[in-house]
């Protein structure tokens, strides 16, 4: 006979995922895990395409969606020869499917194709979409005071046919709480049945499409009413329809789509390497981010000055960070010649800001001079109230930086030594991606960060002219870190409508809810 172990000097082996309901942080360890060494991955219309980024990029990717069609839409028999194929070419596959593999999503028929071809596999269970759906509609699935049952269903299979799985005689009144997956095409057929078989018309009852992410929808009605209201509101599948009397807690647990930038889309306009806080706390707040990398950080060709700048470390009294960037590259670079922050023993140090002088702390350093205002103003005003003169410092950063700093250290007597670092890039593609969400109005807000994220981000756009940009950004608000950022916004000609006080990412993002949902006093 053959078994899952047969293979085991081969090492092509299936991995069945589940990828959750939607939002990417719901998948498990073990599935990002597995996706992280994925030879092959071969992923559904309903698994956020967002969990791809775990895979190594030289990994194949197969899009097997039944639904959106595409060029390869495969049937399911298909799907299941691929899997076969790709293992037993020694392939270490991941197939990820939305929800779990095993509710609703033909992990089984998949699994059994490879038993049969002698195929090893592993099965990972995910966050089904119905637990999810109740969970960010603000419906605990079972209750004690409510419910102590909870069935799911499919509805995909029509009651009226004679060869029927389901009992829905004994389902309407047997399970407390009733969660129908694809029942969104047969709901009045579906809520006919069950109220024919004794459930009260009254029961509430929702309807959750996109559960879990930003395009989440959920209306509520009774048996008798959610037909209508899904009709009225246009509610299209993906859906789940959750029927019992839990759904009435709604009313006050309901968290997910209450939160204050829920519905809003923000192009988060930042570095790839930097864009994560920005983005975890927008969304934090509900918001939808569109990341675009408009910078792309490489470092610099040549390190020669910074080189000689490490060799002669003992000899400057302080070395100045501006930027997290500067950090990284700094820090790498001293690690290739060799040493290590203890180099730094004999110099004092100044970061530009909070952000700064925390990333500064990873390598045990506690920056001596943090200004009050983060600009390299700021930074240079808190060194020159100190005195400089004579003094020797070094600057490593981006090979094009504004020249303030040094120039008003200069200035001040002191000798400083610029050494770049890192460069930024404008990259490439995804730029007709970006004028088309402009140019259809799904853009709320456009963040800076920096002013190189605003030259970027206008290069990105390519509006010929002013007239044309202004086209493009209507009615869209613009954030800004700080004031220099926001300058650079303003002699594009373009206005600032959100910039906080202090210039942190945190910051940023309270006078983005501030300005959606003013907070009261
Ligand atoms: N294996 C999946 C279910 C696949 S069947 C799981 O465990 O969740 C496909 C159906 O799942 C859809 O028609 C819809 O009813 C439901 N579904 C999946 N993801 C959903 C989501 N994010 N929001 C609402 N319904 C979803």
Redesign the pocket.
């Given at each position: 006979m053959k078994t899952n172990q047969q293979s085991s000097n081969n090492k092509g082996k299936v991995y069945l995922v589940?990828a959750g309901?939607?939002d990417p942080g719901l998948i498990t360890l073990r599935g990002k895990y597995l996706l992280q060494r994925a030879e092959v991955v071969v992923y559904d219309y309903?698994a956020n395409k967002k969990l791809l980024n775990y895979v190594p990029e030289s990994a194949e990717f197969i899009y097997a969606g039944k639904k959106g069609g595409g060029l390869h839409a495969f049937t399911q028999e298909g799907i299941n020869q691929l899997l076969v194929d790709h293992a037993a070419a020694g392939k270490r596959v991941v197939r990820l499917?939305?929800?779990?593999?095993?509710?609703?999503?033909r992990?089984a028929e998949e699994i059994e194709q490879l038993v049969e071809a002698g195929i090893a596999f592993e099965v990972v269970p995910?966050v089904?979409?119905?637990t999810?759906?109740a969970t960010y509609a603000g419906i605990p699935i079972t209750h004690r005071d409510y419910t102590a049952s909870v069935a799911f269903v499919?509805?995909?299979e029509a009651p009226g046919k004679k060869e029927s799985n389901i009992a829905w005689d004994k389902l309407a009144t047997g399970a407390g709480t009733i969660v129908?997956?694809?029942?969104?095409k047969n709901l009045p057929i579906i809520t006919r049945k069950l109220m024919d078989n004794g459930r009260a018309p009254d029961t509430p009852v929702a309807v959750?499409?996109?559960?879990?992410?930003p395009k989440?929808h959920s209306v509520v009605g009774t048996l008798a009413t959610i037909t209508e209201v899904v009709q009225k509101e246009g509610v299209k599948?993906?859906?789940?329809v959750i029927v019992g009397d839990v759904v009435k807690l709604r009313k006050s647990i309901d968290w997910f789509e209450k939160r204050p930038l829920f519905g809003k889309r923000m192009v988060v306009t930042r570095t790839r390497e930097q864009a994560s806080e920005l983005v975890a706390k927008l969304e934090e707040n509900g918001a939808a981010c569109l990341e675009y990398s408009t910078i792309h950080i490489e470092p610099v060709d040549d390190y020669q000055l910074l080189d000689q700048a490490i060799a002669d470390m003992d000899s400057y009294d302080w070395i100045l960070f501006t930027s997290l960037n500067a950090i990284t590259y700094f820090f790498k670079r001293l690690n290739i010649t060799g040493r290590d922050s203890r180099a730094l023993a004999t110099c004092c140090i100044g970061a530009v800001g909070r952000a700064t002088a925390g990333e500064l702390l990873k390598y045990g350093i506690h920056a001596d001079l943090v200004p009050e205002k983060f600009t390299g103003q700021g930074l240079a005003e808190s060194l020159v109230a100190g005195g400089v003169a004579g003094k020797r410092i070094l600057l490593p950063r981006a090979l094009k930086a504004m020249e303030t700093l040094p120039e008003m250290l200069t200035d001040a007597g002191a000798e400083v030594t610029v050494a770049p670092v890192y460069q930024n890039v404008p990259p490439q593609g995804r730029k007709d991606e970006l004028r088309e969400e402009l140019t259809d109005g799904d853009i709320d807000v456009v963040t800076f960060t920096s002013s190189s994220t605003v030259t970027n981000f206008l290069t990105m756009v390519g509006a010929d002219n002013e007239k044309e940009l202004h086209q493009l950004l209507k009615g869209v608000k613009i954030a800004a870190i700080g004031p220099i950022t926001a300058e650079t916004v303003r002699k594009n000609g373009l206005r600032v409508d959100i910039q906080p006080d202090s210039y942190t990412i945190a910051d940023m993002v309270d006078a983005i809810v501030d300005h959606y949902a003013p907070r009261e006093g």
């Open positions: 589940g309901p939607g309903l499917k939305g929800g779990d593999p095993f509710i609703f999503g992990g995910g089904t979409s119905a999810a759906a499919t509805g995909h129908i997956y694809m029942g969104i959750v499409r996109w559960a879990s992410t989440q599948p993906p859906a789940l």
